[in-house]
Structures are given as structure tokens and as C-alpha cells.
């Protein structure tokens, strides 16, 4: 037997999971049956406004999520472009490295 419906699309659910299922997937706000408004009626303004609070409530949330999402990746992104940076100054720097070639290079063309 259905008990809840969602007061947005046609779902019907027998639990109350399926209905907060149905909620968290769409956005959707549902009701208890015996409190729904009859077939082909208006809803109230108290759903209405319901339903409204909940679609800014879901969007500003997906926009506080992207954000984050995005700050997170430029954070990454700047991370990533310091441990170059810091590698190449560790090449340059070593015994090994760069810094040495270039000394010998320097020394080669003093030569001729």
C-alpha cells in the first residue's frame, strides 16, 4: 500500500526510505498520503514554498560544492607547479647537476 507521494512527479513510495531516496535523487519534497492534495488539485502554499526553499537550498549547495571543487584543483595546480620549481632549483644546485654543466660549458668556450 502506498503511503507517501511526492508532491513534485508521480512517485509513490511504501516506506518513508524510498521517499527520502526519491528526495535526496531529485530534489523533490513528498508527503504523506492522507495529507496530499486530492488528484488534479493545487498545491498548498506551504508546500509550494517548500518546494522552493528546497531547490535553493540544493542549488546553493551544488554551487558550494563546485566552488570547493574548484579552489581545491587551483590549490593542486599551484602545488604542483612549486615542487617543479623546487626540483629544478635542487637540480640546478646539485654536484650532478645542470649548474655543473654549464660551468663546464662556460669554461670550454673561455678556452677558445
Given at each position: 500500500m502506498t503511503a507517501y507521494v511526492c508532491t513534485a512527479c508521480?512517485?509513490?513510495?511504501?516506506?518513508?526510505?524510498g521517499l527520502q531516496r526519491h528526495s535526496l535523487e531529485t530534489g523533490h519534497v513528498g508527503i504523506c498520503k492522507n495529507e496530499a492534495p486530492p488528484a488534479g488539485g493545487k498545491l498548498s502554499k506551504l508546500t509550494k514554498r517548500l518546494v522552493a526553499a528546497q531547490g535553493v537550498t540544493l542549488t546553493a549547495l551544488g554551487a558550494s560544492i563546485w566552488a570547493c571543487t574548484y579552489?581545491?584543483?587551483?590549490?593542486?595546480?599551484?602545488?604542483?607547479?612549486?615542487?617543479?620549481?623546487e626540483d629544478e632549483i635542487a637540480y640546478l644546485k646539485s654536484p650532478s647537476g645542470a649548474g655543473?654543466?654549464?660551468?663546464?660549458?662556460?669554461?670550454?668556450?673561455?678556452k677558445e
Open positions: 508521480h512517485f509513490q513510495a511504501d516506506g518513508l526510505e579552489l581545491y584543483a587551483q590549490r593542486q595546480v599551484a602545488e604542483d607547479k612549486r615542487r617543479v620549481a655543473r654543466n654549464l660551468k663546464n660549458q662556460d669554461k670550454g668556450r673561455d
